[in-house]
């Protein structure tokens, strides 16, 4: 059964979310961990070798 | 480290608006051209031809020669005449103006958080790629060292901040460093003047401005269909934690920087100069020539007023020709100033016996006109004129030896006109002397009376030997002189 708000679909019957307009800091962070578990990284180091930013990205399934 | 390949976004080319490319061969093609953009906004040795910084070059004194009209007469009661009409007289004017402004600053140094310079592609731990800052070092071999020595030759995108003379105010390579320019060329404008100008005013010339201008193209002009600014290497401003590729400013600020002190000695392969008429480099736009009239008149004018103003003028007369030995080359080299050997020691002399070299000026007797030439122990040789007030040129007179002479070297003067009879002074006349000892000159007096006679010549030849016995002439060459006697 799908979730609706109104007469919008928010979760359909098979499991797609659909027009979210923001997230909360609990699902923001739950997201990106998500992503970094994913552990796609790309970094950049500086001229001495060491590491000053770390990017994570997604990627698609193996 | 070395040289390493930085790495760009060419997203301006795809459809990707990250798409990070490592440099190619291609790429550096055209970043050392851009090199040339970098040095006209930074040039390491400026020239001026204003103000007192930097140093002088040696052997300016670019020389140029024209000629003026004379003052008008007027009268009331009749023309004055030719002999009473001062004369058109030659005028030299001479430029030395060119400085060179070597860059003065040291060697850049640091690396700001480690991360100033670009960024390289490098695998990480995992394995998967990952960028890296470019050591100074890095830079150096990659970006500074590849491109010294381009700038030796040319004048094209790759030679930016280099100089050149030209004679256009607004040459299509470059800008010109101001609108002073280094040398004149002026030649009397003889349509200028004219009868009913009288009195017109004695300096009248066509002037042709020599400038130096520094190469120097837009920024647009470095933009091909692989290469524009908007894909300078990226690099990691630590500042916005981000990465983002330089703009054109900002590259030109890093690199302008190591352009400067290398090229202005801090390597002295690579270090460029400037000379004039120098034994190094390679000639840098256009030569200067001095071109002047070569006067076929008096240009005795006349012009009537009233009854009451009777008015005339000499102006000057003739067709253009190129003064014999005015030439001068601006020059650039790179490198080390060589070291040849002493130019080897050759003497010559000038004008044929149809054309001898021709003394300076017109000069009118008023009853007693000492004319000759001097030719002295420096090399150089000299016209005289004692027409009232003794005057001596050298000017567009070639010296008879290229160097401070070793050893002995004989001349001998022979007249050549044999009438009338002038008094003689100076030298004898036909025998040998040591030119290296002591001037020699011959001089010829004419005190005939004033407008007895129209315009009179006299002419010598003279021989170089380092012999005394008329043996081995080494060179042969004829001279003269041209007055007016005032009829």
Known sequence: MALKIGNEEIIS??????????????????????????????????????????FYCAAPPA | MAFVR?????????????????????????????????????????????????????????????????????????????????????????????????????????????????????????????????????????FVRPVLGQFGSGTGLSQGGTYFMTTSASPSNGTIVSSTPAAVNSVANVAAYTSSGIPEATKQTTDTNYYIAKVEYPLTSYDTTEFTD??????????????????????????????????????????????VDGADGETRGSTFLDTRLVPTGTGYTQRFVNADDYRTQEFPTGTTTTTVGSTKVFKMHQGPASSAPAPTE??????????????????????????????????TIEDFNADRIPLYSTTSHLPWINTTPT?????????????????????????????????????????????????????????????NDGTNIAATGYYRWIWEGGA
Do not use: C
Request: proline share 4%; no cysteine; glycine share 8%.
């Open chain 2, 407 to 467: 050893g002995t070297w004989y001349i001998r003067v022979t007249d050549i006109t044999t009438t009338p009879t002038f008094i003689r002074t100076g030298y004898t006349s036909g025998a040998w002397h040591d030119i290296t000892t002591s001037e020699i000159y011959f001089n010829i007096s004419d005190s005939r009376a004033f407008a007895s006679y129209g315009n009179a010549e006299f002419r010598w030849k003279v021989e170089l030997s380092r012999n």
């Open chain 1, 13 to 54: 019957n098979d499991k797609t979310l659909s027009l979210i307009s923001a997230t909360d800091n609990i699902t923001a962070n739950t997201i990106n961990n998500a992503i970094v578990a994913q552990n796609n990284v790309f970094i950049i180091y500086d001229s001495t070798g060491a590491e000053v930013r770390r």
């Open chain 2, 230 to 275: 908007g894909n300078l290497p990226l690099f990691f401003d630590s500042s916005r934690q981000q990465l983002r590729q330089y703009t054109a400013a900002e590259w030109a600020a890093l690199l302008g920087p190591f352009l400067q002190y290398y090229l202005s000695g801090g390597d002295p392969d690579y270090t460029l100069s400037y000379n």
């Open chain 2, 6 to 142: 930085p790495v760009y976004n060419d997203a301006i080319f795809g459809v990707d608006s990250t798409n990070y490319v490592e440099a190619d061969d291609t790429y550096f093609t055209f970043i050392n051209q851009f090199a040339g953009y970098v040095h006209s906004q930074y040039p390491s040795v400026a020239i001026a031809t204003t103000g007192t910084s930097g140093t002088l070059l040696s052997n300016q004194s670019f020389t140029d020669t024209y000629y003026v009209a004379g003052s008008y007469v007027t009268r009331v009661d009749r023309y004055a005449t030719e002999a009473e009409t001062p004369n058109t007289s030659l005028v030299t004017d001479t430029y030395s103006r060119i400085r060179q402004i070597p860059y003065t600053g040291g060697l850049p140094t640091g690396d700001a958080n480690n991360t100033q310079y670009p960024v390289y592609l490098v695998a990480n731990v995992g394995g998967t790629p990952s960028f890296r800052s470019m050591t100074y070092t890095d830079f150096v071999d990659t």
């Open chain 2, 346 to 379: 050759t003497v010559s002399l000038e004008g044929t016996a149809t054309t001898p070299e021709r003394g300076n000026d017109l000069p009118l007797t008023d009853g007693s006109l000492t004319l000759g030439w001097r030719f002295k122990t420096d090399g």
